[in-house]
């Protein structure tokens, strides 16, 4: 199946720092792109929709100055959590639209962020 | 808003069995359904898609759909132990054809 890489997988922060995640798709272009947060024993809950060339969309109650996100082009998108606070550790998921069967959704490893 | 819904679990059963997950979705126009596997600390992998009504086999899973009672089900045949994991269910749903997530159902598969 269609491949999509996060790196880094984990990270520790200091407290006030920012920090990259980047989320590419290997063998597939991918104009739209999709990050999630997921929280210890909870769902999957999505942050914004990136679409390749344009501003992200982001869900009702994420902060856009915060989590910026850039998806320059058509196989990378990163997300970038400026000002890190400790509220902000999370396990941070990007998944990627291929153009295969029903435009399936394809997810990375996801990245550990730990904010100290 | 458009919700998926499924039991927490845990589900338990015994090795070899089956296993049935059941997810409800409550927006009716939704068209597209995905059952995703995540073990703890992993990322979600995807197990099978469903778009029509009936059954979808692919080698020990089954996805059910009912559009008609808005209902996504997944049986897993032969349940193995690591098979033990949680389960999302998803509809395609939102406006930017993103995914939305149940809470998920963690199955555990004892030897």
């Known amino acids: 199946g269609a491949v999509v890489s996060q790196h880094p997988s984990r990270v520790i922060c200091k407290s006030g720092t920012s920090v990259k995640i980047e989320c590419r798709s290997l063998d597939f272009q991918a104009t739209t792109m999709f990050w999630y947060r997921q929280f210890p024993k909870q769902s999957l809950m999505l942050m914004a929709t990136s679409n390749e060339g344009s501003k992200a969309t982001y869900e009702q109650g994420v902060e856009k100055d915060k989590f910026l996100i850039n998806h320059a082009s058509l196989t990378l998108s990163t997300l970038t959590v400026t000002s890190a606070h400790p509220e902000d550790s999370s396990f941070y998921i990007c998944?990627?639209?291929?153009?295969?069967?029903?435009?399936?959704?394809?997810f990375g490893e996801g990245s550990w962020l730990t904010v100290v | 808003q458009k919700e998926v819904e499924q039991n927490s679990g845990p589900l338990s059963v015994p090795e070899g069995a089956i296993a049935s997950l059941n997810c409800t979705y409550s927006?009716?126009?939704?068209?597209?359904f995905f059952w995703y596997r995540q073990y703890s600390g992993k990322s979600p992998e995807l197990i099978m898609f469903?778009?029509?009504?009936g059954d979808k086999e692919d080698g020990r899973f089954t996805a059910q759909l009912n559009k008609a009672s808005q209902y996504v089900s997944l049986l897993i045949r032969d349940s193995q132990p690591s098979d033990s994991a949680t389960y999302l269910c998803a509809v395609k749903g939102g406006s930017q054809g993103n995914l939305i997530f149940g809470k998920g159902t963690k199955l555990s598969v004892k030897p």
């Open positions: 469903i778009y029509s009504n």
């Open positions: 998944s990627a639209r291929s153009g295969g069967p029903g435009n399936t959704i394809y």
């Open positions: 927006d009716r126009g939704s068209q597209s």
